[in-house]
């Protein structure tokens, strides 16, 4: 599995390998019953530290995308469509949240963040 890792990104090793994972399985890119690769050979592979790549994948055990089976290694979790939705929906709801009361608290009014959320939308919409 190759991902798109980078130290020049702001954003940590961890994060990255999280959130490219997480969109994979997601978006249905990496089917439910896949084993990813071993912490080890992950780590080689994208030379990164076995504990970063040992600490993402807990984490994605703990949001419950991947399942660790002893002595196999982990493997994808087997989600429904409306799972994964719900999933990433959640997501959505909790980046943003913040983010909006924000935007409230420094003026912005309802309709205008709409128009800014419209916007982001219609830029992005071509994926």
């Given amino acids: 599995m190759i991902l798109n890792l980078t130290d020049l990104s702001?954003?940590?090793l961890q994060q990255q390998i999280i959130r490219q994972i997480r969109a994979r399985v997601?978006?249905?890119e990496?089917?439910?019953g896949m084993a990813l690769p071993s912490i080890r050979g992950f780590a080689r592979e994208h030379r990164v530290s076995v504990i970063t790549v040992q600490?993402?994948?807990e984490e994605l055990?703990?949001?419950g995308l991947i399942v660790s089976r002893r002595g196999k290694g982990f493997f994808v979790n087997d989600l429904t469509d409306e799972a994964k939705k719900i999933m990433a929906g959640d997501r959505v709801h909790d980046e943003l949240g913040p983010i909006i009361a924000q935007a409230i608290d420094d003026g912005l009014?309802?309709?205008?963040?709409?128009?800014?959320?419209?916007?982001i939308l219609n830029e992005n919409g071509s994926r």
């Fill in 10 to 12: 702001p954003e940590p």
């Fill in 26 to 28: 997601l978006s249905g």
């Fill in 30 to 32: 990496i089917p439910a």
């Fill in 55 to 57: 600490r993402a994948y």
């Fill in 61 to 63: 055990a703990r949001e």
């Fill in 109 to 119: 009014s309802v309709k205008e963040i709409k128009d800014i959320v419209a916007k």
